[in-house]
């Protein structure tokens, strides 16, 4: 009760972050997000005009109260890394503040500290190409967005993050077993996100007594999954494979985050928890 959570990678009512948001909301914490500074407008309008105040609904019939909107580019630390040509990008040119250390600073001085740090972005230029044939620069492009962009953020926000907070990322089986069309080094980035969340977990834990988790979630039809053009195969997949042969909401993967967060999981820290109807267990498609 009473915790106060900072969300980066919300920028719809789709993905994970969204129904992380809720889940959160639910058990009384109050919601801060970070959003990517392109899409900033359309989720700022949207949610001022109304449009997602049927998927704000929470089990007790109140509406999902986003306190706080951060614009955020989490392939940037601080202002001296922003090229010159990405300043001066149209997409970017209204909002301020937006790197990761700047955000982090907005955030303390705006509310002082938070409990739950919660990464749910990636991104993979090349996606849809095979690691084989992937460019280094499309490589290290998906690294940053979506394995040192978590780094980042935990850096710069672990000065404000209370003890006994949490810390929470989302990753995908691809980092661990092969799933075509995961291409780009997407998959790379994800095995450095999980070997990342043991290491920080180490250091968080020892420095702050704070728990860095992640979760293995299954496949969502979300706005980036899409983008990779291969998920609504992966879903039927999951449906026919898994142990539990079910349609995966979102939000039970917002509600493992939820649990993660709070002094039930008191001694979880430094693991990946699947939240994909059994499907990694697996060891044939039957
Ligand atoms: P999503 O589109 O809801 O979330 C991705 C978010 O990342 C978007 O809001 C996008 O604006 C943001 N983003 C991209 N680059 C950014 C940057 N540089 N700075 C700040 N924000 C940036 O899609 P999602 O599928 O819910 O993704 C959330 C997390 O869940 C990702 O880490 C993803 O890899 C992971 N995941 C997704 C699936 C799935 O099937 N959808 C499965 C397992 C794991």
């Known amino acids: ?25 639910a058990a009384g914490a109050e919601i801060l997000v970070g959003t990517w500074v ?13 449009k997602f ?14 306190t706080k909107v951060y614009p955020l580019d989490a392939v940037f630390d601080n202002p001296e890394e922003v090229p010159e040509d990405v300043k001066t990008n149209k997409r970017y040119a209204g909002a301020s503040n937006w790197t990761v ?15 739950i740090l919660v990464h749910s972005l990636a991104n993979g230029p090349e996606v849809s190409k095979p690691l084989s044939e992937t460019s280094r620069k499309g490589y290290l492009a998906a690294i940053s967005a979506s394995s040192y962009s978590y780094v980042s953020l935990l850096k710069h926000f672990l000065p404000i993050i209370n003890p006994d907070g949490s810390s929470i990322s989302l990753t995908y089986i691809a980092s661990e077993r092969i799933i075509p069309g995961y291409g780009g080094g997407m998959s790379s980035a994800k095995a450095a996100l999980e070997s990342d969340t043991r290491v920080l977990a180490f250091e968080a834990g020892r420095k702050k007594k704070i ?14 999954a899409k983008a990779i053009g291969f998920i609504d195969m992966m879903i039927d997949y999951s449906f026919t494979n898994a142990p539990l042969q079910k349609e995966l909401h979102a939000e039970e993967v917002g509600n493992t985050a939820a ?20 499907l990694n267990a697996m060891g044939v498609g039957v």
Do not use: C, H
């Open 1 to 25: 009760k009473g915790k106060r959570a900072f969300i980066a990678g919300v920028a719809d009512d789709n993905g994970y972050g969204w129904a992380i948001a809720k889940s959160l909301a």
């Open 38 to 50: 392109p899409a900033l407008n359309i989720f700022e309008s949207s949610l001022r005009r109304g």
């Open 211 to 224: 728990r860095v988790n992640t979760i293995s979630a299954g496949p969502l039809g979300s706005r980036a």
């Open 101 to 115: 250390q700047e955000v982090a600073e907005s955030v303390k001085k705006d509310f002082g500290t938070i409990d």
């Open 259 to 278: 649990f993660l967060a709070s002094p039930l999981a008191s001694a979880i820290t430094g693991a990946v928890i699947y939240v994909d109807n059994g």
């Open 53 to 66: 105040d049927e998927s704000r609904k929470l089990q007790d019939g109140s509406l999902m109260e986003i």
